[in-house]
């Protein structure tokens, strides 16, 4: 009898927390949750525990894209609270960017603390536009050094690379230094397909710089690779022989 008192008292207490959790009203400036059961708070207002209070935007500010903050408008910055103007120096923009200074260079200028300067090309380079480096960059042949443009020197058997700003050596050879060496082939080799090594044809081995010809014992044939051999069937390899299979 005891037991079930306690039971029945449970189930009471339960269905009253049920009841008050079901009669609270969503507050004023909410609406029902697309997610849950529950409430959101509308566009220009965040949740604060059981109320939605409004986003206070200060002066020269808008609510942004997500609904619950503010951003500043353009020619200003964030600075805790509020939005202050952005003092834009000569030969500069305003930037709607949220995380600088509020503004940019100019082309041809580049930002020098609170200032942009004038970017100085050296000869055979080009003006990028481009908020950091040097705000400048050489044309194909050269390559940056300091504050100049120098040509770069192609050896022999190399080429210019497709970005125009160093070198590479030609099939069959590989650097050395500032210079390009021809891969020695040995006999019964060829040239790999990266052009930078070799490799040995079929029915013969690699061994350490030169190429072996290969002796497949009874019962064996050269592997799809060219380079080894395998049992044929019926046959296991043991050691450098083929043994019948039991």
């Keep these: 009898m005891k037991a079930q008192m306690i039971v029945a008292l449970v189930f009471l207490s339960a269905s009253a927390t049920i009841g008050a959790a079901s009669s609270t009203a969503p507050p004023a400036h909410s609406i029902p949750s697309l997610h849950s059961q529950g409430w959101d708070c509308v566009r220009g207002f965040r949740r604060t525990d059981t109320a939605c209070v409004a986003v206070g935007i200060p002066a020269h500010a808008f609510l942004d894209s997500s609904g619950i903050d503010w951003q500043c408008e353009r020619g200003y910055r964030r600075n805790l609270a509020s939005c202050i103007a952005v003092v834009v120096p000569a030969n500069a923009f305003a930037d709607e960017t949220t995380y600088a200074d509020g503004w940019r ?90 052009g930078t090594g070799w490799q040995c044809e079929r029915g013969f081995r690699r061994k350490e710089m030169i190429c072996v010809a290969l002796a497949p014992p009874v019962n064996a044939y050269l592997d799809f690779s060219g380079n080894d051999w395998a049992c044929a069937d019926g046959f296991r390899r043991h050691a450098d022989a083929c043994v019948a299979r039991r």
Excluded: M
Aim: hydrophobic share 35%; aromatic share 10%; glycine share 8%.
């Design 105 to 194: 260079c100019n082309r041809r200028f580049r930002k020098s603390g609170d200032t942009c300067v004038a970017v100085v090309v050296p000869a055979h380079g080009f003006d990028v536009d481009a908020s950091f480096g040097p705000g400048w960059s050489c044309d194909r042949g050269y390559r940056i050094d300091e504050t100049r443009c120098a040509p770069i020197k192609i050896p022999a058997n190399a080429y210019l690379r497709d970005r125009g700003d160093a070198w590479e050596c030609e099939r069959g050879y590989v650097r050395s230094g500032e210079a390009c060496a021809q891969v020695a082939i040995p006999a019964n080799a060829y040239l790999d397909r990266h």
